[in-house]
Every structure is written in C-alpha cells, then in structure tokens.
C-alpha cells in the first residue's frame, strides 16, 4: 500500500507556473505508475499526466498538452507536475495517483491509490 501527498498548489495569474509534487510512503514507490488528475467543481475527475516506473514513457491529457511535463525522483519517491502557461481554466484540485497495474492509463478506474488533492487556482 502506498500513501500520496500533494503540495504546491496555490492562487497564480495567468500566464503563470506552477510546481505540483507529490510524496508517496513506502519502499517500493519505483514499482508503481504514478498518474495526476484533476477535478473542477461540477465536472468529472479529469486526466492530466501519467509516467512510467522509469520516467521513460509519459502521456498527457490533451488540455495540458505542451504546457505540462511530469516527472518523478525515485529515490525521494516523488512524482512532479510542472505546469506552465497556466489558464483560468486550469482552476481545480489536483489529484496525484499510483497503480501497480504497469501500463499508462488515463482512466480514474487505472488507479488504486489516490492523495487528497491540492487546489490550483489561476486568476485572470
């Protein structure tokens, strides 16, 4: 089993950047793809980001396509969301994900562990 911190989220104008990590516990954080999604009020839970156990393969959903690179330190157990050029419409709370399952996956149903989330708020 693994636990999931976020942190920085935060208010930021647009045109911004920011840097969301996330913090699993455990040992074995290098056997689990790990996945951020995110979720404005009224809308569904929505795919941002996901990496490989090695970094080596990485998707993005199409909203943050070209403005988002996720990344992750094995040996801190870290995963990081840095996203850039930030719109309004980038407002939500931000979830970071793990499975074990091995494969990349854009849906919520991919993953088996979730953190609590951490809100991003772009103002114009």
């Known amino acids: 089993q693994v636990q999931l911190v976020e942190s920085g989220g935060g208010l930021v104008q647009a045109g911004g950047s920011l840097r969301l990590s996330c913090v699993a516990s455990?040992?074995?954080?290098?056997?689990?793809?790990m996945g951020w999604f995110r979720q404005a009020p009224g809308k569904e839970r929505e795919f941002v980001a996901s990496?490989?156990?090695?970094?080596?393969?990485?998707d993005y959903g199409d909203s943050v396509k070209g403005r988002s690179t996720i990344s992750r330190d094995n040996a801190k157990n870290t995963v990081y969301l840095q996203m850039n050029s930030l719109k309004v419409e980038d407002t939500a709370v931000y979830y970071c994900?793990?499975?074990?399952?091995?494969?990349?996956?854009?849906?919520?149903?991919?993953?088996?562990?979730w953190g609590q989330g951490t809100q991003v708020t772009v103002s114009s």
């Open positions: 994900a793990a499975t074990t399952r091995g494969y990349i996956g854009v849906r919520v149903t991919t993953y088996d562990y």
């Open positions: 455990g040992r074995t954080f290098s056997s689990y793809y």
């Open positions: 990496i490989s156990w090695s970094g080596g393969s990485r």
